[in-house]
């Protein structure tokens, strides 16, 4: 079997289309654009119809595509590439990305009130975010353009994504971040990767704006996920955690939301396989935002009810100051909100906000499964913990968590919170909620450099350790005491 040929047929039959129904303007695939140039709506690249009889024969090329050496047989992926909308041999830029955990979290799920839970770690990725996965095919886009210089605006992962990939394909690339609230790890791996660094005044939001502005000069490509091949790779995701479950989807995906693309990407990604019947359902999706930054949280409250509408004529209201610790999703302004509506639309889905508090204590149980997440990715555990106790999830449903970025993408939250000293103080937050609490806290001991010193430290432990399942146990068969007095 030939497994690293690109399917020809594919690619040549796809385009760019509009979303708004009210336009639905075509494009060619090879047109540098970000937005309908009639009507200012987002682009979806649009696949055709005519590719479901082949797509259903892909599972096996997919999976054997993994014994593969071959670098695009080796991505995550660009093993799904008769997905994506690229010709004959693109001249692909890759680093590896995707194929990417998909762990079981008892202890998370023990939080949340979950018999179970699964975390798909996609800071398992080459740079420690789920961005590589959509800045591979917008890289190589932009080597099929022939574009010299790349940018992005960014909370700091986009932009180590887009360093990284940008150094790869030998490209010049230009970050803009909003000084002094992007994380050291993320400003450090766009410093190493050779990126201009611009840093203003400002938040994510004005980065954002000015990058678009810049972005109609001729000779610059922006890769934020207002950019469709963004979009197209990391939908691949979809297909990845689809052939995770043999197939079978979840009954629950929940992903943080910050400019929206990840859940719009989800979104389109699950209703295609759907549309191409390599699942039979999609799963709901949960976006949940920090309660400081969630304009599209507020959107959902207000809109719910129009959720058979697929791409909505309402507007979203902005926020001027956005503010969490999450600092991956503080974003008042999301560029790509209707397409998230519209994968909410597709898969019945919900938005909902969890605070500062319920971020970082859910950010240590992803930490105690062994796996780790930075606080963006935890807004996910900590909303299912909410949704299971008001009755959303049932505690036996099927969920994953997406996790989006790695733990050592912020270590001065981590450091923070586990010697009581993470606050957050903005307007308008009141002062009782402006000390986030290391309630799972575990700090440091400083101990002598002797034998019997440490050892009285380490029997502490111990002794707190045999207290904690005495504990538990206690609590066991006190719940087991109930149950059989039940059955009477
Ligand atoms: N989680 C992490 C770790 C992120 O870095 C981001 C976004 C999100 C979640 C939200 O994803 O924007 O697709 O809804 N980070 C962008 C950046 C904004 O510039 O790195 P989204």
């Known amino acids: 079997m030939i497994i690293s040929e690109p399917s020809p047929v594919i690619a040549s039959l796809s385009l760019q289309r509009c979303i708004e129904p009210g336009c639905r303007a075509s494009y060619g695939i090879n047109e540098r654009?970000?937005?309908?140039?009639?009507?200012?709506?987002?682009?979806?690249?649009?696949?055709?119809?005519?590719?479901?009889?082949?797509?259903?024969?892909?599972?096996?090329?997919?999976?054997?595509r993994r014994r593969s050496f071959d670098v695009p047989d080796r991505s995550g992926v660009w093993r799904f590439r008769e997905l994506l909308p690229f010709g004959d041999s693109p001249p692909?830029?890759?680093?590896?990305?995707?194929?990417?955990?998909l762990y079981e979290g008892p202890r998370s799920a023990s939080y949340c009130g979950l018999d179970a839970l699964q975390l798909k770690h996609q800071g398992c990725n080459p740079t420690g975010s789920f961005k590589d996965t959509g800045m591979t095919t917008a890289v190589t886009q932009a080597r099929l353009l022939g574009v010299r210089l790349l940018v992005c605006a960014s909370t700091g992962n986009t932009s180590a994504s887009l360093a990284a990939y940008a150094a790869r394909a030998g490209l010049l690339c230009a970050i803009m971040v909003p000084e002094g609230q992007v994380s050291h790890a993320k400003l450090a791996q766009s410093l190493d990767y050779g990126a201009k660094v611009l840093e203003i005044e400002g938040n994510f939001d004005a980065c954002m704006r000015v990058m678009r502005e810049l972005a109609h000069d001729e000779s610059i490509y922006l890769v934020n996920s207002i950019n469709p091949f963004r979009i197209e790779g990391q939908k691949t995701v979809a297909a990845e955690l689809a052939e995770q479950l043999d197939w079978q989807v979840p009954d629950h995906l929940v992903v943080p939301g910050g400019n929206l693309g990840n859940s719009s990407a989800f979104g389109k990604g699950f209703h295609e396989l759907f549309k191409l019947g390599l699942i039979n359902r999609v799963p709901r999706i949960t976006i949940v935002q920090a309660a400081g930054a969630a304009p599209f949280a507020n959107l959902f409250l207000k809109h719910e009810r129009e959720l058979t509408i697929e791409v909505p004529s309402f507007d979203i209201v902005n926020l001027d100051h956005p503010h969490t610790l999450a600092s991956a999703i503080k974003i008042g302004a999301p560029v790509s909100w209707k397409k998230a509506w519209r994968a909410l639309h597709w898969t019945g889905g919900q938005v909902l906000t969890v605070n500062e508090q319920e971020i970082a204590d859910a950010k240590v149980m992803v930490g105690r499964d062994g796996i780790g997440c930075e606080p963006a990715s935890a807004t996910t555990v900590a909303g299912i913990k909410k949704l299971v106790a008001k009755g959303a999830i049932k505690n036996d449903e099927q969920v994953v968590a997406v996790l989006t970025g790695h733990l050592l993408k912020d270590t001065d939250y981590v450091i923070k919170y586990h010697s009581q000293q993470l606050t957050i103080s903005e307007e308008g937050i009141p002062e009782n909620e402006q000390r986030i609490v290391g309630n799972f806290s575990n700090q440091p001991v400083k101990v002598e450099a002797s034998q019997s010193a440490i050892k009285k430290v380490l029997e502490r432990v111990h002794v707190q350790l045999l207290c904690l399942l005495k504990c538990a146990s206690r609590l066991l068969l006190r719940i087991w005491g109930r149950a059989l007095i039940a059955l009477g």
């Open 92 to 101: 692909i830029v890759s680093l590896g990305e995707g194929n990417t955990p």
């Open 33 to 64: 654009l970000y937005v309908c140039s009639r009507c200012g709506g987002l682009l979806d690249v649009e696949l055709s119809e005519e590719q479901i009889g082949e797509a259903r024969s892909l599972r096996s090329l997919w999976r054997e």
